[in-house]
């Protein structure tokens, strides 16, 4: 995922467009600005706000988009992803509870259709699926890292993210930090979870006495129950999955069946019209004759009417006339009868035909199943498995409980022999992040610093060993050299979130060597691994002269020039 475009809904907002590689937003204070003038106003951390409200971050008290609710504000970021895939993600500050996405939408299962709206829990999870293959929140536990979490690393722009390169804001809770960094690291996260459950038993088995040991049995009864059917529904679907058997065309079959049947409703719609029809012509040609002019006549006679010759001509001729109209007539409904007995044949011969086929069609349906639904019932069958592992635990750890501190003790002392273990054989892989974070500090101070991962009584442990320790600058680069190892680790692995980005914050008391060595490394960190670096910083705080010194020219890196000029020259266009 990369960052191709931040818009707003407003006509004074700067827009800005990313490149690959760095990308720097420069705050650089104008021959016209007055010596009261102050950049901290001009945008560099509102821009990290905006790309954060984007991906499902919320609005905190103190933020400058905290001043703009009420004001009709929408923020649009534009997303790219592999193959040309592309989303626009919309989301206005006043109705922050809807995300407004278009572009390839269903070709990244993100919705059904595009343009389409979800709510942030609905996109952050997508996004923590995309990014980090984190289970969708049906299944996921109470100790999982979340998306927004892990964000927190690769976009740190509020002073508190800069503390600890383990921790994203201030009083994070341990066993987040465990879990978030054991993931981000490529370490087991699930035992750092596990970790954290026993603290909570431990917890539990010290205030429990013998009413709470008696509800324990019941809701480890309970719990018994629920896997059993939850198993049940388990094998229930796995066995659907291996009868099933795949049409590629079911949708089109389907959509088929159904235009058949709409033919053959129109079709059963006429044969019942021109069967009253024919009713209608068959009675009107058994009583459709000429009248007789002699018998007329007579009855003329008998009463006395005598006509003469003239007149006796001219009925004759009517009569003629009649007779004429009549034997027309019986042609025209003779005719009629024919030509309708031929279309329903013809129509009831296409009824049968229609029926044939949907009949086919029907039984075909019965026998087979569409791709998405296998696709369906092999998620479904996911989250079965799922929901029966965390009722397994549940009970094992209900059992545990009830077995006593002994057992837990016990426990404890395993979990922390696998946690060890997990690092043990995961070292190799991970010491690319430990040698990345290193590196960084040899480039920057010329010695060498480490990122130390280890096992104690309370789970993983994470610290760095820096040169210089206590030295406020090189705090802030054991934070830089961090974010910058694990972020090269995911994109080696075209996976994370594709971008890093800091603020000026993180080079507060670096010089400018160390600070022209780390952005140079930043540069080609991004270009070997292809992911963006996003820096916002002030013209005065950039070791342009340094990094000249290094073949960079940061102007070819600058998507955006931020000014404090007056008003507009800020990113929002306004003073806020």
């Not at 988009?65 to 993600?89: A, I, Y």
């Not at 049995?217 to 796995?238: D, F, K, N, T």
Request: with cysteine; net charge negative.
């Amino acid at each position: 995922m990369k960052l191709v475009s931040l818009n707003a809904n407003k006509d004074h907002f700067r827009e800005v467009q990313f490149r690959d590689g760095l990308n720097v937003v420069l705050a650089e204070r104008t021959e016209a600005s007055k010596d009261t003038d102050s950049r901290n106003g001009v945008g560099k951390t509102t821009l990290f706000q905006i790309i954060d409200f984007c991906l499902g971050g919320r609005v905190r008290k103190g933020d400058s988009l905290e001043k703009l609710q009420g004001s009709d504000w929408e923020f649009t970021l534009r997303l790219s992803f592999e193959h040309g895939r592309q989303l626009t993600v919309t989301r206005a500050l006043d109705d922050s509870g809807t995300i407004r996405l278009l572009g390839d939408v269903v070709e990244l299962r993100v919705g059904d259709t595009s343009p389409a709206s979800i709510g942030p829990k609905a996109w952050t999870g997508w996004l923590g699926g995309r990014c980090f293959q984190l289970r969708t929140d049906a299944i996921r536990g109470e100790y999982d890292p979340t998306f927004r979490r892990l964000f927190g690393h690769f976009l740190r722009f509020r002073a508190e993210a800069y503390v600890s390169p383990f921790e994203t804001f201030g009083k994070q809770p341990p066993h987040q930090v465990q879990a978030d960094n054991a993931i981000l690291l490529g370490l087991d996260w699930r035992l750092a979870a596990e970790w954290q459950r026993w603290k909570d038993r431990g917890k539990a088995l010290g205030v429990l006495g013998k009413n709470d040991l008696d509800e324990l049995g019941e809701r480890l009864g309970e719990l018994e129950s629920q896997r059993v059917r939850s198993e049940a529904q388990r094998r229930r679907l796995a066995e659907q999955i291996e009868n099933f058997e795949v049409l590629p065309e079911y949708r089109e079959v389907e959509r088929r069946t159904n235009d058949v049947t709409g033919q053959m409703q129109v079709l059963a719609n006429a044969i019942t019209v021109n069967t009253r029809l024919l009713n209608l012509y068959r009675g009107q040609l058994a009583t459709e004759h000429a009248d007789d002019s002699e018998a007329v006549l007579s009855t003329f006679e008998e009463a006395g009417v005598v006509f003469g010759e003239a007149l006796t001509r001219s009925v004759e001729e009517i009569f003629a006339f009649h007779a004429e109209v009549a034997k027309n007539r019986r042609e025209y409904l003779a005719t009629e009868v024919a030509r309708v007995e031929r279309e329903q044949t013809e129509k009831r011969e296409e009824l049968e035909w229609l029926e044939t086929q949907r009949r086919n069609d029907l039984q075909l349906l019965a026998t087979h199943g569409a791709l998405d639904d296998f696709a369906q019932l092999q998620q479904r069958l996911g989250s079965a498995a799922a929901a029966t592992e965390a009722l397994t635990r549940q009970i094992e750890e209900l059992r545990e409980i009830r077995k006593g501190k002994a057992a837990l003790k016990v426990a404890q002392v395993d979990l922390q022999q696998r946690t060890a273990l997990d690092v043990e054989q995961r070292l190799p892989t991970i010491a690319s992040i430990l040698e990345d974070f290193s590196e960084t500090f040899e480039q920057a101070y010329g010695e060498a610093a480490d990122l130390v991962v280890d096992v104690g009584e309370a789970g993983y442990q994470f610290r760095v060993s820096l040169p210089r320790q206590g030295s406020h600058g090189v705090g802030k680069v054991g934070v830089f050299a961090y974010d910058l190892a694990i972020t090269n680790s995911w994109a080696r692995q075209n996976q994370g979130v594709g971008f890093l980005g800091h603020d000026s914050v993180v080079f507060d008391g670096v010089d400018e060597r160390q600070k022209s060595a780390v952005i140079s490394r930043a540069i080609q960190s991004a270009d070997d691994n292809g992911f963006q670096y996003i820096l916002t910083i002030n013209s005065d705080d950039l070791p342009a002269a340094e990094l000249a010194a290094h073949s960079v020219d940061i102007s070819k890196f600058t998507v955006r020039t931020l000014t404090d000029a007056d008003p507009t020259g800020g990113l929002l266009g306004i003073r806020v």
